[in-house]
């Protein structure tokens, strides 16, 4: 009987940006289009969010927990005395404006800003308001997304241009800097040529260690969140949804999440019981949990639990991370000294009930250190810091 053929090896497509179980989302977009007021609302912080370009001229930081509807699950399973969510780091910067790559609007420091987050939320305005002035003196978001956009490029391609002058020098003789130039030339032929961010293209493993350090600002994932107004979010209508869509689709697939500040705004001045009514009766929820989830799953993001009576607790590595890298998140003893970790799954916990259910059903494992840590994995970790196994 002949031999069935193995099936082909899926290659992983390699990863553009830091690999880190701390990673930063920036929020990011043109004066006024309601970008501080979004990240208050998400963070429940006061920073500046007067009407007035540049009111925010440092970025603000801040921790935004991650609602999960397994770790409410499990912290009503155990009772535990503590109970700690995962959370999303997420950082307010200042509105860009046409020109920023040139420096216009301080655009020089705010473009800086950007490079240091790994991720963004490009909020752009749907929303008609004689008292919001809009920067560009009307309201497009078409064209909004095209100046953010084309100014991102532009500094992209003015960094690698830098880059390269000198490195031509050192590439004569040299294989290392002869590849390195050789991928620099690839990446800005690709934006300076075709338009495009450096993140749509399709590079190698050995190409994306020399892009990764460069911080591009293209070569950060994007979700653009549209800000309507209260009456277009409850109608789930604005004129400028299809074409803002259509631009998206255009360049990637990237994720778009339709919202109002303004109905967040209404809300969140409720008690839990007004809001809920009210989005019951106007049949429409919130999105800022689906923004959060959003944001910590496109930074490669996963939560695995640990639970027992002391605590439940949701830990926040990057996926892919292998067990002792995952110990190494709750103590960087664990990772050094890691000998095991018992491993259930969450859905199996929920439906079997209890621990001592999962173990009679034999769905405990023990992994050792070339297992890939799951979203939802419960574990257990055995390690030797301290010079005890625990």
């Given amino acids: 009987m002949a031999k069935k053929s193995a099936a082909p090896a899926v290659v992983e497509r390699p990863l553009l940006g830091r690999v880190s179980n701390h990673l930063k989302m920036g929020v990011v977009g043109l004066p006024n289009v309601g970008k501080s007021t979004l990240f208050n609302l998400l963070t429940k912080l006061s920073v500046p969010a007067e009407n007035f370009p540049f009111c925010t001229i440092d970025p603000t930081k801040a921790r935004v927990l991650v609602p999960d509807e397994r770790w409410d699950w499990l912290c009503d399973l155990y009772k535990p005395k503590s109970k700690v969510q995962a959370f999303l780091?997420?950082?307010?910067?200042?509105?860009?404006v046409k020109g920023a790559s040139e420096g216009q609007g301080l655009g020089n420091a705010f473009l800086s800003h950007i490079a240091a987050v790994d991720a963004i939320f490009h909020v752009t305005r749907v929303f008609e308001d004689d008292d919001v002035t809009h920067v560009e003196g009307d309201v497009n978001p078409v064209r909004d997304l095209e100046i953010i956009h084309n100014e991102l490029l532009l500094k992209d391609i003015e960094n690698v241009?830098?880059?390269?002058?000198?490195?031509?020098?050192?590439?004569?003789?040299d294989k290392n800097k002869a590849f390195e130039l050789s991928v620099l030339e690839k990446v800005l032929a690709f934006m300076n040529d075709e338009k495009r961010d450096v993140r749509l293209g399709d590079w190698n493993a050995k190409e994306v260690e020399i892009i990764n350090p460069l911080c591009l600002l293209t070569a950060k994932p994007v979700i653009y969140l549209v800000n309507m107004s209260e009456d277009d979010f409850l109608k789930q209508k604005n004129k400028w949804l299809a074409k803002i869509k259509e631009w998206v689709e255009k360049r990637a697939k990237d994720p778009v999440i339709p919202l109002s500040a303004a109905f967040e705004n209404k809300i969140s001045a409720m008690n839990d019981e007004e809001a809920n009514a009210y989005c019951a009766e106007k049949k429409v929820k919130s999105m800022l949990p689906r923004v959060i989830k959003q944001g910590y799953s496109t930074l490669h993001l996963i939560s695995f639990f640990t639970c027992g009576a002391d605590e439940v607790r949701a830990w926040t590595c990057h996926s892919g991370s292998k067990a002792p890298q995952a110990a190494g998140v709750i103590h960087g003893d664990f990772e050094k000294y890691f000998i095991s970790a018992d491993i259930f799954k969450y859905s199996d916990l929920k439906e079997l009930g209890s621990e001592n259910a999962v173990k009679a059903a034999g769905k405990l494992s023990q992994k050792g250190k070339d297992?890939?840590?799951e979203d939802g994995d419960i574990v257990f970790f055995k390690h030797n810091a301290g010079g005890a196994k625990k």
């Fill in 89 to 96: 780091e997420i950082v307010d910067i200042a509105g860009l």
């Fill in 161 to 173: 241009k830098n880059r390269i002058e000198p490195l031509r020098r050192l590439a004569k003789g």
């Fill in 371 to 373: 297992y890939v840590v």
